[in-house]
């Protein structure tokens, strides 16, 4: 009976400590920053140690605290110079701005979130599906939960290549990889997230159509001028004196810059400096959108499986549950060439960071997340792996521990028993 009550004892120890682990990993209080200091400066020295150890063919950073650029920080392998004015392709990062064009149309009453957005364009439609196409609106459009199922990266054409009109990629475009192009309805409109390239394409058409300009011409008079970005595009043959950054492929060789069809999803060139702008609009407020109209981009309109806020309106939720922080922006990659973008702000700690790389699908979305951990304790996939060997670490010592002490025990009891005999 002793020994039973002993294994049961020692089992019952080691469930509880390692649901212990999995509690404080799960709730953070166990993982470890990359840096234990406050300091913007410290968390950028720390965030060298992370370039290091990848190929970057270049890079931009910013950190922004109390809705102000607090810090920077540029790096190149060769000899480029790099600094807030050098402009990267920064890939999905331009849904987000898309994003204040087609609620800057909300704001002048000529477009409404949740009418069928078929009802406005002329130039093309959405094809007959199994699903009814009245329910795809803006709203859904902007949130990816309006039913299509392109599955759509673009990934642009090459210099020497013919860019497809709007109404030929929304057919069939032929610059994406992972599908066959077709933006067609998949499954019910409003009932899940499905992330859809083709959707911000429509969004690219719904503008010139209600706008009466090119999508680079509203862009630019609407939100660029007005916010000072004057070192942005989404067409980069329209600015041509625009300091680019080299854009390297992973192997570390150049690539020629892409040209696109989709500008809204995919084509936006900016820089550190303009991005900082956009950001701390959000936080200090703009003569673009009202407060009220800004706040739908916080409000989330789509979900994962386990019930945490995905996205909301043109911009990715990053907060999870966590009622402390209001954390909002865009992550963007490529794979020719390499591109890793992203830009996230704090709305209720009104701070933020930017990282535009090339020649890495990963290291700028890296930084960000262990920014996110920093800053709020948000703990996302690569703060917990970067713990996995600290992690292990305790859980072992504490299973030896509990080993160590459960033997104690059965020692010293045995000793006890063997003193009772030997009175009897």
């Known amino acids: 009976m002793r020994t039973l009550k002993y294994t049961i004892l020692i089992i019952a120890s080691l469930v509880v400590w390692t649901t212990f ?22 968390f950028k020295k720390a965030s060298k140690d992370i370039i290091a150890g990848e190929f970057v063919g270049n890079l931009a950073m910013t950190l922004i605290e109390d809705g102000k650029v607090a810090d920077q920080y540029f790096y190149a392998s060769d000899d ?15 849904k987000w701005v898309t994003a204040w064009g ?5 704001e002048q009453g000529k477009l409404d979130l949740d009418r069928p957005v078929d009802k406005y364009l002329t130039r093309w439609h959405l094809p007959e ?19 299509l199922v392109d599955g759509m990266g673009y990934e642009g054409f090459s210099p020497n290549e013919t860019v497809q009109t709007i109404e030929e990629s929304l057919n069939q475009a032929t ?15 409003g009932t899940e997230y499905r992330y859809s390239g083709a959707g911000y394409t429509i969004l690219q058409l719904l503008i010139e159509e209600l706008s009466g300009q090119s999508f680079q011409e509203f862009m630019i008079e609407t939100i660029f001028e007005p916010l000072n970005m004057f070192n942005s595009t989404f067409v980069l043959e329209d600015k041509p004196n625009l300091k680019l950054a080299k854009l390297y492929k992973e192997d570390g060789s150049i690539s020629e810059p892409y040209q696109f069809t989709a500008l809204a999803a995919a084509s936006l060139y900016t820089c550190t400096s303009d991005l900082s702008k956009f950001m701390i609009a959000h936080i200090k407020g703009n003569k673009i959108l009202s407060e009220e109209i800004l706040g739908l981009m916080s409000k989330p309109e789509a979900f ?35 591109i890793n973008t992203t830009a996230r702000v704090d709305l209720k700690s009104e701070s933020g960071i930017i990282v535009l790389e090339m020649g890495n699908y990963s290291t700028a979305s ?49 000793k006890k028993r063997k003193l009772e005999k030997g009175r009897q």
């Open 102 to 106: 087609v609620l800057n149309l909300v």
């Open 304 to 338: 994962y499986q386990n019930g945490f806020a995905r996205y909301s309106l043109g911009t990715q939720y990053f907060s999870q549950d966590d009622k402390a922080s209001c954390i909002i922006g865009h992550d963007g990659s490529s794979n020719r060439p390499a």
């Open 366 to 414: 890296i930084i960000a997340d262990e920014w996110m951990f920093w800053k709020a304790g948000i703990a996302d996939r690569v703060v917990i792996e970067r713990n996995i060997p600290f992690l292990a670490t305790l859980l072992i010592v504490g299973y030896l521990l509990i080993s160590i002490l459960a033997i104690i025990l059965i020692i010293r009891q045995n």
């Open 80 to 94: 480029e110079v790099i600094d807030e004015t050098t402009v990267f392709q920064v890939a999905s990062v331009s």
């Open 21 to 42: 682990i999995a509690y404080g990993v799960i709730n953070g209080f166990l993982l470890k920053s990359i840096t234990s200091k406050e300091n913007p400066k410290d």
């Open 129 to 147: 599906s199994d699903f009814d196409n009245r329910k795809v609106n803006v709203r859904r459009l902007l949130s990816h939960t309006s039913g």
């Open 175 to 189: 610059d994406t990889l992972y599908s066959e192009g077709i933006a067609i309805l998949g499954y019910e409109p």
